[in-house]
């Protein structure tokens, strides 16, 4: 049977002027209604307070949901947590957290899992070193802050905070690896993170400048999701904000999502599918394996295309809109996208099990 989806453009991992970004959550809804984006998932740091404020809900034609960023006391394991009602007791180790998020029925995913930079002793990285937890439900497989911080030198500071979308290139190869290596075991969602703060620095203590404005990073990386209803149609919000925060949650703790680097155009309309006799799949699928699987890709512009099976380029097609490939091989399949020498798109991958339902 082939159901019908409806696709939504959102921004995740954004912080307001409840922790240490620069706005109030008001006016960045409303810049993101300008950029045409359905819904954003804040986090600021250690703290639920715009959930109980009632900043939840739609703002104009953009649908805003509250989650928070944990970090343990070594300031490392940096984890998003969504539909929770309330914080988890703070100051605990990140295998704790992890666990008690998914108790209190919350979705969790890992922040920038594999910062690396070593510039500045302000901005040490943040990485992620629990992966003994089993109880998290993605990865942010692409983070645009930590990218934009990595490669920054004292040669490139400025050029980069004039220029921030140039920087943009790809999510980093390990926490690929890693992503798929999980996803042979059990589904791990991937999510594109923004980590937006707009900070308001002075350049060599004088000239005032805004690091990464709203409204620039809002062109930069989206996780679009399939809905089983439409959220907004024609600018109008469709669903009440209870049934539309369901619908996001339930798209991407299925893995009915991609992300898009915006900067290189939308990726709306993007489709990665898979059928074998009996019904179609979409991304987040787990596949028993039955019959022949035939997977089917388009893009919503020519670029080049990349079935990835673990990890590894299994078919690809240099500047076109479509890619098909049939197999009976089990293993994780996914979707990158390269347009101008650059990361544009990344599916959430279809996984084919074997017949004993191992990859
Ligand atoms: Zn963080
Ligand atoms: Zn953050």
Redesign the pocket.
């Known amino acids: 049977m082939t159901e019908t989806w409806h696709e939504a453009a959102g921004a995740i991992h954004l912080h307001s002027d409840f922790s240490d970004g620069s706005l109030p959550i008001p006016e960045i809804a409303a810049i993101a209604s300008t950029k045409d984006l359905d819904f954003l998932l804040f986090s600021d740091h250690h703290t639920l307070e715009p959930k109980r404020r009632g900043l939840e809900g739609w703002h104009g034609r953009v649908l805003v949901l509250a989650g928070y960023?944990i970090?343990d006391a070594d300031d490392h394991n940096?984890y998003l947590a969504f539909r929770l009602d309330r914080e988890v007791e703070a100051g605990l180790p990140a295998g704790e957290y992890v666990r008690r998020v998914k108790a209190a029925g919350g979705i969790g995913i890992i922040?920038?899992p594999a910062e690396k930079r070593s510039f500045s002793e302000a901005y040490p990285p943040?990485p992620w070193t629990e992966w003994d937890s089993d109880d998290f439900d993605g990865i942010e497989i692409w983070n645009q802050m930590s990218e934009w911080l990595e490669g920054i030198k004292l040669t490139n500071v400025a050029w980069r905070i004039l220029h921030p979308l140039r920087s943009i290139r790809y999510p980093v190869w390990e926490t690929l690896a890693r992503w798929d290596a999980l996803n042979r075991r059990r589904r791990v969602i991937g999510i594109g993170g923004i980590?937006v703060h707009a900070k308001r620095v002075k350049i060599l203590g004088l000239i005032p400048v805004e690091i990464y404005p709203y409204k620039v990073q809002f062109k930069s990386i989206r996780t679009h999701i399939l809905t089983r209803k439409p959220l907004v149609l024609d600018g109008v919000p469709r669903l009440s904000f209870r049934e539309a925060e369901a619908e996001v949650y339930d798209a991407l703790t299925s893995g009915r999502c991609f992300i898009v680097n915006h900067s290189l155009g939308s990726g709306e309309g993007f489709h990665f599918r898979a059928e074998d006799n009996a019904s179609e799949y979409v991304m987040g699928s787990r596949i028993k394996i039955k019959s022949r699987i035939a997977f089917r890709c388009e893009i919503p512009h020519q670029a080049d295309i990349r079935l990835m099976k673990d990890g590894r380029i299994c078919v690809q097609c240099k500047k076109g809109r479509f890619l098909d490939h049939e197999t009976r091989m089990p293993g994780v399949y996914r979707i990158e996208v390269f347009r101008k020498r650059k990361g544009w798109i990344y599916s959430n991958p279809i996984v084919v099990l074997g017949e004993g339902g191992q990859n």
């Open positions: 960023e970090n940096h922040a920038h943040y980590d």
